[in-house]
C-alpha cells in the first residue's frame, strides 16, 4: 500500500511535552556507533537511577546502516556495498548515519506515556525547529497497513528526519536522525526506513532550492535543542 503525501501530510495541535522537568543538552562531535550504542546504555542506566536529569545528546557517526530486529535482511543491500551494518534494539527498520548528519539521543524518563505521545512531541519539536530556520516541513499520518512515515518530511513527500526511539523501563533511548547536509546517495545503497520509494533529502539539497540561507551545524544544534526544551 503507498501513500500520497498531497492527502496524507499533517500539521496537528501542538502538544505539551511528555515529562515535567528541564532537559539538558550535551554535545559531542563524531562516536563511532559502537562507542555511542555503549555510552547510551550508561546514559539509560543513570536516568532509571535518578543519578542524571532528561538529556539531549548531539553528535555524529561515521558511515554506517543501522537496522531493527523487524527489517528485512533484503532491504540492507539494494547493491553491494561495504557499509557496516549494525542490528540495534530501536523500533523503525534500517537508516543510515554519517557524516554531515545530527543525531540526537534522547534520554528521557516518560512517566506513564506511552511511545506515541514520545514520538508525536518529538515529530513536532524538531517541526519548530526547522520551521524556524525557514524550511517548510509536516509529519504524515501512517495510513492503516502501511509502513510507518514517523518523521519529518517535505510537503512533496521527500524525508528529512529519521526517528526511531525504544521505551523500556519507563526511559527513552535512540532518537532521530536529522540530514543536515550528507551524501545523500548512500541511501540508494539500500531500502530506508521500510519504504522502498522513500526518497530522503537534507537541509543543504532544500536550501538550494528555495534559494534560502544554508544554517551551519551550530545554528541547527540549537534550534533543535531550543525547540525540544520549550513547553509547547
Given at each position: 500500500m503507498t501513500s500520497d503525501p498531497a492527502t496524507d501530510t499533517a500539521r496537528p495541535p501542538r502538544v505539551h511535552r511528555a515529562w515535567n522537568g528541564a532537559l539538558e543538552r550535551v554535545d559531542l562531535g563524531e562516536v563511532d556507533y559502537a562507542q555511542a550504542a555503549d555510552a547510551m546504555a550508561g546514559w539509560v542506566a543513570e536516568r532509571r537511577a535518578g543519578l542524571a536529569g532528561d538529556r539531549l545528546f548531539l553528535l555524529s557517526h561515521p558511515a554506517v546502516i543501522t537496522y531493527g530486529p523487524r527489517t528485512d535482511p533484503a532491504d540492507l543491500h539494494r547493491v553491494e556495498h561495504d557499509l557496516p551494518l549494525v542490528q540495534v534494539d530501536r523500533g523503525g527498520f534500517a537508516t543510515y548515519h554519517g557524516p554531515g548528519?545530527?543525531?540526537?539521543?534522547?534520554?528521557?524518563?516518560?512517566?506513564?506515556?506511552?511511545?506515541?505521545?514520545?514520538?508525536?512531541?518529538?515529530?513536532?519539536?524538531?517541526?519548530?525547529?526547522?520551521?524556524?530556520?525557514?524550511?517548510?516541513?509536516?509529519?504524515?499520518?501512517?495510513?492503516?497497513?502501511?509502513s510507518s512515515l514517523v518523521g519529518v518530511w517535505t510537503p512533496d513527500g521527500r524525508k528529512l528526519v529519521s526517528i526511531g526511539m525504544r521505551i523500556r523501563g519507563g526511559v527513552t533511548s535512540h532518537g532521530f536522525a536529522l540530514n543536515v547536509d550528507p551524501d545523500l546517495h548512500a541511501f540508494d545503497l539500500f531500502t530506508a526506513c521500510g519504504l522502498p520509494h522513500v526518497h530522503m533529502t537534507s537541509l543543504g539539497e532544500l536550501a538550494a532550492e528555495q534559494n534560502i540561507p544554508m544554517p551551519d551545524d551550530a545554528t541547527v544544534r540549537a534550534a533543535v535543542a531550543a525547540a525540544l526544551s520549550a513547553d509547547r
Amino acid at each position: 500500500m503507498t501513500s500520497d503525501p498531497a492527502t496524507d501530510t499533517a500539521r496537528p495541535p501542538r502538544v505539551h511535552r511528555a515529562w515535567n522537568g528541564a532537559l539538558e543538552r550535551v554535545d559531542l562531535g563524531e562516536v563511532d556507533y559502537a562507542q555511542a550504542a555503549d555510552a547510551m546504555a550508561g546514559w539509560v542506566a543513570e536516568r532509571r537511577a535518578g543519578l542524571a536529569g532528561d538529556r539531549l545528546f548531539l553528535l555524529s557517526h561515521p558511515a554506517v546502516i543501522t537496522y531493527g530486529p523487524r527489517t528485512d535482511p533484503a532491504d540492507l543491500h539494494r547493491v553491494e556495498h561495504d557499509l557496516p551494518l549494525v542490528q540495534v534494539d530501536r523500533g523503525g527498520f534500517a537508516t543510515y548515519h554519517g557524516p554531515g548528519q545530527l543525531i540526537g539521543y534522547l534520554i528521557l524518563d516518560v512517566g506513564r506515556h506511552g511511545p506515541a505521545d514520545v514520538v508525536r512531541w518529538l515529530e513536532l519539536g524538531l517541526i519548530d525547529a526547522l520551521t524556524g530556520l525557514g524550511f517548510d516541513v509536516c509529519r504524515r499520518d501512517t495510513p492503516h497497513g502501511a509502513s510507518s512515515l514517523v518523521g519529518v518530511w517535505t510537503p512533496d513527500g521527500r524525508k528529512l528526519v529519521s526517528i526511531g526511539m525504544r521505551i523500556r523501563g519507563g526511559v527513552t533511548s535512540h532518537g532521530f536522525a536529522l540530514n543536515v547536509d550528507p551524501d545523500l546517495h548512500a541511501f540508494d545503497l539500500f531500502t530506508a526506513c521500510g519504504l522502498p520509494h522513500v526518497h530522503m533529502t537534507s537541509l543543504g539539497e532544500l536550501a538550494a532550492e528555495q534559494n534560502i540561507p544554508m544554517p551551519d551545524d551550530a545554528t541547527v544544534r540549537a534550534a533543535v535543542a531550543a525547540a525540544l526544551s520549550a513547553d509547547r
